[in-house]
């Protein structure tokens, strides 16, 4: 079994399993890498997450960026 990295992609927002502190749950991913930024859309706070962290604790997609492929 193979552990293939989970496609994210600029601009995808995504649900984590804890919300901010300022109650909101949303996150839009501005830097990709090892670590992954992503900006609260309630607040607009920017963190950094492991990308194994991160693989871990979505919840699901709200929507995807402009750059990740049609289904």
Same mark, same amino acid.
């Given at each position: ?5 989970? =496609?994210?992609?600029?601009?995808? !927002?995504?649900?984590?399993? #804890? ?6 749950? &949303?996150?839009?991913? !501005?830097?990709?890498? &090892?670590? %992954?930024?992503? +900006? ?5 706070? +920017?963190?950094?997450? &492991?990308?194994? =962290? %991160?693989?871990?604790?979505? #919840? +699901?997609?709200? =929507?995807?960026?402009?750059? &990740?492929? =049609?289904?």
């Amino acid at each position: 079994m193979t552990n293939t990295p989970l =496609a994210l992609y600029l601009d995808d !927002v995504v649900v984590l399993r #804890k919300a901010h502190p300022c109650g909101g749950d &949303a996150w839009r991913i !501005v830097r990709l890498g &090892a670590d %992954i930024g992503v +900006r609260c859309t309630t607040c607009g706070r +920017r963190v950094l997450i &492991a990308r194994s =962290a %991160i693989e871990r604790d979505i #919840k +699901r997609f709200t =929507a995807r960026g402009p750059l &990740a492929p =049609a289904d």
